[in-house]
């Protein structure tokens, strides 16, 4: 069978979407009309960040030296570890990988992860080493640090510079050559995996899917394996990009159907369709389902948005099936969403989409670890929301979620790098010379790498540094939730969970904060941060003053006196009764900057 799918997977910035670029040039397969820099990068947000964020198709043709003609299904996938999901999505459509390594820089943290990722899910894997244009790039240096760190031969590593173009025709040589070709019967019962799905407000559910066994047609009954339920098939089609309607997809192929489905939930990315009256013996091993790391709550600004909202959570939530919501409800916000993420970039771009796609205005609170904790009563809690989390006196022991971390960076950096990672409280476990880079292993809290760690690690290491990180357990520490407290009310929208070492810092930033942007009001207003009932910080915002002595000139001074009294009752009545309005600007002010 002359066809070949396989993905592109890199570390961040290596290139995969300037190569893919090349290979559609080089084949031809987008009109000059069309043409514009990272093709396959089709959200808004990708292309004005210059990251990829959604694994993309694309049906390619290539004639080889050979004088065949090769149909490829390519695949591009992010890099950044948030979207680790969306490449490990992409694989199960795949047979072969092209790993990319950038020749200046060698082998990076999310390079080995991929590449894991690869041989993991048993793919071929076709090293690609890329900027040979550069002054700096080292092509053999590179190769052998391929070989010692991943552990993958370099035998028929092609080298290219995907900015000009060349050497581009061997990486579609080697394809042809060194991945293997689809396997797969058009006489079997149909057997098709659902890797991805968007939804059209006029077709419904748009599945993707990869055909490993039989054939889908327009008009065929076909079944979705978990949930039971029966569609007939309107359109299938394939993506050249853009999808393009056609007769049937076979084996081996990758496209797309319709099927008039309206309810989002009834098609499970990593599903497995076949006919309704011809069914393949089992479902196809699906991936594993993503779980969320990261909790933050969105909330609208409007209470009315509250019904769009939900409806553009649950179509972004097809499209991106790792991040998952449930309603909540917070005093100061109203009703909102508490709302799973694999990562803070990940939680920005959900938002940057919900606030651009489907127009909403939201608040989202601090993003927040899921924390394990033990009561006195002996009763096992997860914590997903800090405001949730009981008094110090109901808890016997919290556990955080450690990662394994692991840094790529120059032997200079590596004594700085030590000394950020022990402020994190991190404890080292293994350091390892690759060359002239070092890695360095470390466990380390994850809440304490979730917010200003990684622009950090970059600066220190004037940009050289890279990072990856999986999850390893939890384990018990000392952490308190720090409540914050505007006229002694508790603001449950920013309840923090800190390490007790850390908490007066923590509490200090936002208390400091929030008095900058609270207005002022005719009482003084004082803002706290406290654990339990200790008060560890305070700002107060001073009061407007009347100037009651305006028509007091000369005179008797008691009576001066009697006036300004006469002021300090009527403020210390107006501070009884006063509840204190926090601006939403105050909220979006305090929790950008948290975060």
């Known amino acids: 069978m002359n066809t070949r799918n396989f993905s592109i997977i890199a570390h961040v910035d290596h290139g995969k979407s300037t190569l893919a670029d090349r290979i559609l040039d080089l084949t031809q397969s987008v009109a000059e009309r069309d043409r514009r820099d990272q093709m396959l990068d089709t959200l808004e947000l990708e292309r004005e960040r210059g990251i990829t964020i959604k694994a993309t ?30 490449v490990s999505r992409a694989l199960r459509a795949c047979e072969g990988v092209l790993l990319v390594i950038d020749a200046a820089q060698g082998v990076e943290a999310q390079t080995i992860q991929n590449a894991y990722l690869a ?57 042809v050559q060194h991945l293997p070709a689809p396997t797969g019967s058009p006489e079997r019962p149909l057997r098709a995996l659902i890797f991805d799905a968007v939804y059209d407000s006029y077709q419904g559910v748009i599945a993707f899917i990869r055909v490993f066994d039989g054939r889908i047609e327009s008009g065929d ?69 993503a779980v969320p790391v990261v909790f933050s709550g ?14 553009a959570l649950e179509k972004l939530r097809l499209n991106d099936a790792a991040f998952s919501f449930e309603p909540e409800t917070s005093e100061a916000l109203g009703f909102g969403f508490r709302c799973g993420f694999l990562g803070l970039l990940h939680a920005d771009i959900v938002q940057a989409r919900l606030e651009r796609e489907f127009d909403l205005a939201l608040i989202a609170t601090a993003p927040a670890v899921v924390y394990h904790l033990t009561t006195t009563d002996g009763e096992e809690m997860i914590v997903q929301n800090p405001a949730d989390l009981p008094s110090p006196d109901r808890i016997t022991e919290i556990r955080e979620p450690i990662v394994a971390l692991s840094v790529y960076l120059p032997e200079e950096y590596v004594g700085a790098a030590m000394g950020l990672l022990q402020e994190k409280r991190g404890t080292m476990r293994d350091m390892q010379y690759h060359g002239r880079r070092v890695e ?156």
């Open 57 to 86: 198709p694309m049906r390619l043709y290539y004639t080889a030296k050979d004088g065949e003609t090769y149909l490829f299904n390519l695949i591009d996938t992010p890099g950044h570890v948030d979207f680790n999901y969306e």
């Open 119 to 175: 041989v993991d899910n048993g793919l071929e894997v076709l090293p690609i080493v890329n900027k040979i244009d550069l002054p700096s790039a080292d092509v053999p240096g590179a190769i052998a640090e391929l070989e010692e760190v991943v552990g993958i031969p370099g035998d028929h590593a092609v080298a290219v510079s995907a900015k000009t173009g060349e050497n581009i025709e061997a990486v579609l040589e080697g394809i």
């Open 298 to 311: 969105l909330y609208p600004t409007d209470t009315e948005e509250y019904p769009r909202l939900r409806e």
């Open 440 to 595: 360095l292993r470390y466990e380390v809290p994850f809440g304490e790498i979730l917010y200003d760690f990684h622009d950090r690690l970059k600066s220190l290491s004037r940009g050289y540094a890279s990072m990856d990180y999986k999850p390893l357990e939890y384990r018990a520490s000392s952490l308190s939730k720090i409540d914050i407290l505007v006229n002694e009310e508790p603001v449950d929208a920013l309840s923090v969970i800190a390490h007790r070492d850390k908490a007066y810092d923590v509490g200090r930033k936002i208390v400091d904060k929030m008095a900058e942007v609270i207005p002022r009001q005719m009482f003084a207003v004082p803002i706290q941060a406290a654990i339990g009932g200790k008060i560890l910080a305070r700002a107060t915002v001073r009061a407007f003053r009347k100037d009651v002595l305006a028509k007091c000139y000369g005179g008797d001074i008691t009576r001066k006196k009697k006036l300004l009294e006469k002021q300090k009752k009527g403020k210390a009545r107006m501070k009884q009764l006063g509840n204190v309005e926090v601006p939403q600007e105050a909220f979006l002010a305090v929790l950008s900057s948290d975060g």
């Open 221 to 289: 009954e076909v079944i979705v394996w978990s949930t039971g339920k029966r569609f007939e098939v309107d359109k299938v089609g394939y993506f050249s990009p853009a999808p393009v309607v056609s007769e049937g997809l076979g084996p081996g192929d990758v496209g797309w159907f319709t099927a008039g489905v309206k309810e989002i939930s009834d098609t499970q990315i990593g599903d497995t369709v076949t006919h309704a009256d011809r069914r393949c013996e089992g479902s196809i091993p699906g991936f594993q389902p």
